[in-house]
């Protein structure tokens, strides 16, 4: 089974900040990675697939990055409306998710 | 508007039956697969399996293997879910969603809403 390593599990920021969300897999899985953003009580929302394509309607101060087994998504200019629960996910073998990062405000 | 709509929240009690459906619409279900994942309470999320409607081709996460069912009737563009005999550990949220392909992967979008399983005697 591919392992999705995130990290960090929970980091404080405040709003205008640069975040960024480390997910590191067990082997390499070429670029078959998405990002979902999870609002408490909400279904998740996809964000980034393909390890860098942005969805259609999510605000291109999102963006994803890398290949292999090294992964990144990177919120440039938190807004309110960010604090949230991130989840990478791979599908390079049938599927795994991350185990999370939550945002909160600092 | 593409949707997936899931039944409603179920409270039953260990050893009971239960089935949560998902209903598509807006696309055609058919020819496109269903995901069921789950989130335990506080927890992540956790794929159990997937379904091809069109021929109700059936994959399942290692950790579910035997544990669920999951089916389909393309008919009435519904996938289901679907336990024997309930835990208490199988308390949790669980969530269908649709799943895309490109050559660079598979993800999950759209996502239904969710049905809230709660198993306590």
């Known amino acids: 089974d591919i392992q999705m390593t995130q990290s960090p599990s929970s980091l404080s920021a405040s709003v205008g900040d640069r975040v960024t969300i480390t997910c590191r897999a067990s082997?390499?899985?070429?670029?078959?990675v998405s990002w979902y953003q999870q609002k408490p009580g909400k279904a998740p929302k996809l964000l980034i697939y393909a390890a860098s394509s942005l969805q259609s309607g999510v605000p291109s101060r999102f963006s994803g990055g890398g290949s292999g087994t090294d992964f990144t998504l990177t919120i440039s200019g938190l807004q309110p409306e960010d604090f949230a629960t991130y989840y990478c996910?791979?599908?390079?073998?049938?599927?795994?998710f991350g185990g999370g990062t939550k945002v909160d405000n600092k | 508007e593409v949707q997936l709509v899931q039944s409603g929240a179920e409270v039953k009690k260990p050893g009971e039956s239960l089935k949560i459906s998902c209903k598509g619409s807006g696309y055609s279900f058919s020819t496109y697969w269903i995901g069921w994942v789950r989130q335990m309470p506080g927890k992540g999320l956790e794929w159990m399996g997937v379904i091809y409607p069109s021929d109700s081709d059936t994959r399942y996460s290692p950790s579910f293997q035997g544990q669920v069912t999951i089916s389909a009737d393309k008919s009435i563009s519904t996938a289901y879910l679907q336990w024997s005999s309930l835990k208490a550990s199988d308390t949790a949220m669980y969530y269908c969603?649709?799943?895309?392909?490109?050559?660079?992967?598979?993800?999950?979008?759209?996502w239904g809403q969710g049905t809230l399983v709660t198993v306590s005697s």
């Open positions: 969603a649709g799943l895309s392909t490109i050559s660079a992967g598979t993800w999950f979008d759209p």
């Open positions: 996910q791979q599908s390079y073998t049938m599927f795994t």
């Open positions: 082997q390499t899985i070429s670029n078959y």
